[in-house]
């Protein structure tokens, strides 16, 4: 995934927990097994939000269109 924010099919990429765009995947600290959380939202409509845009930013639009969602938990060690 290119670190840009906005995609080639026009997806727009908000800011990570490192304060910048883009997901580099986990990279778990040493020791036992680090626990990582993915969410997948189904909506109804789009967000219209800007590149760059906040976790609670989209949690806040998302709210009156979403249809479903899921869970993911991934435990990943050194």
Not at 12 to 38: I, L, M, T
């Amino acid at each position: 995934m290119p670190k840009t924010e906005v995609l080639t099919n026009s997806g727009k990429q908000g800011v990570n927990d490192f304060g910048k765009v883009g997901y580099g995947g986990p990279c778990p600290p040493p020791g036992s097994a680090h626990r990582y959380f993915f969410k997948l939202y189904a909506l109804d409509a789009a967000t219209n939000l800007k590149p760059r845009a906040m976790k609670q930013q989209l949690l806040d639009v998302l709210k009156p269109h979403l249809l479903g969602e899921a869970d993911l938990v991934g435990r990943y060690k050194r």
